[in-house]
């Protein structure tokens, strides 16, 4: 099992910046291939934020992000971050981290989320 636990949520003026957190344990961590950023906005489906390969450290983001977002991850602490700058409306979402391990398209494990809501 892994359990993922996000925090760094907030209220944030637009043109702002946040930083989330996501912390992994659990006996099988070990295992995990990559870890990914998906949000929900309020009456939509969740959405693919962004993802890093969990041991060599590549990246890939959603267009809506780029270039605004980035993903990092401290590999010793079982830590993963979302550093979010020039933020907008339209960010405003319940965050969500999640881990995966098999092959395929579908995550395995998921945290509770953290909102982020960005006023304009």
């Known amino acids: 099992q892994v359990q993922l636990v996000e925090s760094g949520g907030g209220l944030v003026q637009a043109g702002g910046s946040l930083r989330l957190s996501c912390a992994a344990s659990g006996r099988t961590f070990s295992n995990v291939y990559k870890m990914a950023w998906f949000r929900q906005a309020p009456g939509k489906e969740r959405d693919f934020v962004a993802h890093?390969?969990?041991?060599?450290?590549?990246?890939y983001y959603a267009d809506s992000v780029k270039g605004r977002f980035t993903i990092s991850r401290d590999y010793a602490k079982k830590m993963m971050y979302l550093q979010m700058n020039t933020l907008k409306p339209d960010d405003t979402a319940v965050y969500y981290c999640?881990?995966?391990?098999?092959?395929?398209?579908?995550?395995?494990?998921w945290g509770q989320g953290t909102q982020v809501t960005v006023s304009s």
């Open positions: 890093i390969v969990w041991s060599a450290g590549n990246t």
């Open positions: 999640a881990a995966k391990i098999s092959a395929g398209v579908a995550y395995d494990y």
